[in-house]
């Protein structure tokens, strides 16, 4: 049974930092895509950043020089640190996993068949 938990969400003023963590377990961590998406107040969920199954990582534009994605296989962890935060970055934060390996970059939500429970997060101006 695949398992996505969140953490590390808060609150905190604009150009402060936050570094959320999504434990895993049920699949093999190192092979599926695995991403991080949000959904603002009364808007639609959207794609932040992934990693596909080769390692290599996608950006929203919104987000690229800002948030930073990294996963740790040993601790089967998918991280995203996020600095210089701006009001508009608050959302509840989603992980998604792919049910297969993806050799394709994507931030489509219809790729990823696992999700967590969502983890807020409130950036203040």
């Known amino acids: 049974q695949v398992q996505l938990v969140e953490s590390g969400g808060g609150s905190v003023q604009a150009g402060g930092s936050l570094r959320l963590s999504c434990a895993a377990s049920g699949f093999v961590f190192s092979s599926p895509a695995m991403g991080w998406f949000r959904q603002p107040p009364g808007k639609e969920r959207e794609g932040v950043a992934s990693?596909?199954?080769?390692?290599?990582?996608s950006y929203a534009d919104s987000v690229k020089g800002r948030f930073t994605l990294s996963k740790d296989n040993a601790k089967n962890t998918l991280y995203l640190q996020m600095d210089s935060l701006k009001p508009e970055d608050t959302a509840i934060y989603y992980c998604?996993?792919?049910?297969?390996?993806?050799?394709?970059?994507?931030?489509?939500?219809?790729?990823?068949?696992?999700w967590g429970q969502g983890t807020q997060v409130t950036v203040s101006s």
């Open positions: 990693l596909n199954s080769y390692g290599a990582t």
């Open positions: 998604a996993a792919a049910r297969d390996r993806l050799p394709f970059r994507t931030l489509l939500a219809v790729d990823f068949a696992y």
